[in-house]
């Protein structure tokens, strides 16, 4: 297993650290698990961009501009 090191500022490390103590928690697998979720997410987004991008019609910029009112 890798290991990761990150800043974060003051206040978000002593909230973490204030939960985890009070819930009896492991910092490493809540850290682990927002992680992971955070990072599903971002691979969903990847996903759904490139299906964006694949329907795109594909189209002269010039009729593009045109279209958007910004040709001279």
Known sequence: MGMMTFRVDDELKNRLETVVNELGLNQSKILREAVTDRLEELEEMVVLME??????PKRPIAELWKELELED
């Open 51 to 56: 299906r964006v991008k694949a329907n795109r």
